[in-house]
Nanobody, 116 residues
Framework: QVQLVESGGGLVQPGGSLRLSCAVS????????MGWYRQAPGKQRELVAT???????NYGDSVKGRVTISRDNTKSTVYLQMDSLKPEDTAVYYC??????????WGQGTQVTVSS
């Protein structure tokens, strides 16, 4: 019954910013990480950013320094602030919740297009 719903994607010019949001439908126990992954057509899914239950963060090398992951106090929403966007950031961005049991929940994705 858990649902993750992403929002905030869209078209942005190079150098611009977007903030993605992921709303979680219910309280989830046993969370290991919450985060974001992205996938462009014909390419592998890659890590963007994750946050552990204790608040530690991990960023993909391609976006390090340009994105920031955060969450609200109830863990009901996770955010991805993206700045200095590049055309290579164009992809579908997926919200993810990973449990200690190795179960994963995924959102349906939100499209981010960076183009002039």
């Amino acid at each position: 019954q858990v649902q993750l719903v992403e929002s905030g994607g869209g078209l942005v010019q190079p150098g611009g910013s977007l903030r993605l949001s992921c709303a979680v439908s219910t309280i989830i126990f046993g969370i290991r990480t919450m985060g974001w992954y992205r996938q462009a057509p014909g390419k592998q899914r890659e890590l963007v950013a994750t946050m552990s239950s204790g608040g530690g963060t991990n960023y993909g090398d391609s976006v390090k320094g340009r994105v920031t992951i955060s969450r609200d106090n109830t863990k009901s929403t996770v955010y991805l602030q993206m700045d200095s966007l590049k055309p290579e950031d164009t992809a579908v961005y997926y919200c993810n919740v990973a449990l200690w049991t190795r179960e994963n929940y995924w959102g349906q994705g939100t499209q981010v297009t960076v183009s002039s």
